[in-house]
């Protein structure tokens, strides 16, 4: 069952790409910006964490975190952190449950890979309540920024 607006964001505990361990909960009385991305590295998952990147300015000025979740390795998405300079926390899902639990996993993805997360966005509010949800079925499409930018706003 997809996530809807309104819904509590399912709380959750990764580990980041510098190996510390991660919280929802921790974001509590922030707004909390969620990336799913497929898979550090590749093309259309560079521009989605840039475009955050080029504007986190922006959200940092209006005390709202940043997150990016994909089934990579700490590892891997700590090597990606360093090459694009993201100033936001990449969260390794590497269980998989997370994205599970967001409706943002693909079953099989390209070349036979399954358990992939799905391109995703999702704003959480300051209370834990989603006011924004994309779940994209083509990971070739990127999110509305624009509409996440007007929900993170209101």
């Not at 922006?58 to 994909?70: H, K, P, Q, R």
Request: proline share 4%; glycine share 6%; net charge negative.
């Amino acid at each position: 069952m997809a996530l809807q607006i309104g819904d509590n964001a399912p709380d959750f505990k990764l580990y980041s790409s510098d190996l510390t361990e991660v919280s929802l909960e921790a974001f509590k009385g922030k707004k909390v910006i969620i990336h799913f991305f497929p898979m550090a590295f590749t093309g259309t998952c560079t521009e989605q964490l840039c475009t955050m990147r080029d504007n986190f300015s922006f959200y940092e000025g209006i005390n709202a975190e940043v997150l990016g979740i994909s089934v990579d390795s700490p590892f891997s998405l700590a090597k990606f952190k360093e090459v694009q300079n993201y100033q936001f926390p990449l969260l390794s899902d590497f269980n998989k449950e997370v994205s599970e639990a967001y409706g943002s996993l693909y079953p099989e993805f390209v070349f036979g890979l399954k358990g992939v997360s799905k391109r995703a966005a999702f704003v959480i509010d300051e209370e834990g309540k989603i006011i924004y949800a994309e779940v994209l079925e083509d990971a070739k499409d990127l999110p509305d920024f624009k509409a996440i930018d007007d929900a993170v706003k209101a």
